[in-house]
């Protein structure tokens, strides 16, 4: 079947400006959650959804990154007045259970 | 908070030799422990974990072996293939409904044909 799909692959965005990242998990995951990896270094965790709802936020690094999944499976990464340091590969991962699949990423870098 | 330490951050083998790559962490606490195998351009994919309740797990060419005193678990890949070149990620977590990951920074293995 379907693994995880992000939306866009690539995306390239000027300081200050609002992106938002997209994410398709696998049919029927209840969890979903979001990750940033930069270069050199392991995915960290940014939030969690158990269904509609984000279960664990704690690793949002401030208040221009919010998420919402609203029907309990797309979920959305919304990064206002974006930073270069905000650039990294922001990847999403689902599961039913222990089992994490992960999506393919989207990059995003801040000129 | 979990802290995971991995080593080496590179290693380099000849194609049939073996592969070992180290993990420690801080937490006691942490039950789960999952690899992932991160291939250029992709997202990381699990390629065998091992519970706290039992200290090795074996699948083939690969194998886990947790050291639950130490605190440190190790991955160890048998007849090595130019294929297994990737990037390799040990990772610490505790159940209770998130099994929210720690991951290490990662090891590059670099298998020359």
């Known amino acids: 079947g379907a693994g995880v799909s992000q939306t866009p692959s690539n995306k390239v965005t000027e300081k200050g400006k609002y992106v938002e990242l997209r994410c398709d998990p696998i049919?029927?995951?209840?969890?979903l959650y979001w990750y940033r990896q930069s270069l050199g270094q392991g995915p960290e965790f940014l939030i969690y959804?158990?269904?509609?709802?984000?279960?664990?936020d704690s690793g949002l690094p401030n208040d221009r990154f919010f998420a919402v999944r609203p029907e309990g499976s797309v979920s959305t990464l919304k990064i206002q007045r974006t930073e270069r340091g905000d650039s990294a590969v922001y990847l999403c991962?689902?599961?039913?259970?222990?089992?994490?699949?992960f999506g393919p990423g989207t990059r995003l870098t801040v000129l | 908070g979990e802290n995971v330490e991995q080593h080496p951050s590179t290693l380099s083998v000849q194609e049939g030799d073996s592969a070992v790559i180290k993990c420690t962490y801080s937490?006691?606490?942490?039950?789960?422990f999952p690899w992932y195998k991160q291939e250029l351009g992709k997202g990381p994919q699990l390629i065998i974990d091992?519970?706290?309740?039992?200290g090795e797990k074996k699948d083939q060419r690969i194998a886990v072996t947790l050291n639950k005193t130490a605190k440190h678990f190790s991955l160890h890949i048998t007849e090595t293939q130019p294929e297994d070149s990737a990037v390799y990620f040990c990772?610490?977590?505790?159940?209770?409904?998130?099994?929210?990951?720690?991951f290490g920074r990662g090891t590059s293995l670099i298998v020359h044909p």
């Open positions: 990772a610490a977590s505790k159940s209770g409904g998130s099994y929210i990951p720690t």
């Open positions: 991962a689902s599961s039913l259970g222990y089992e994490q699949f």
């Open positions: 937490d006691s606490a942490s039950n789960y």
């Open positions: 959804f158990q269904g509609t709802g984000a279960a664990d």
């Open positions: 049919s029927g995951h209840t969890a």
């Open positions: 091992i519970r706290s309740n039992v």
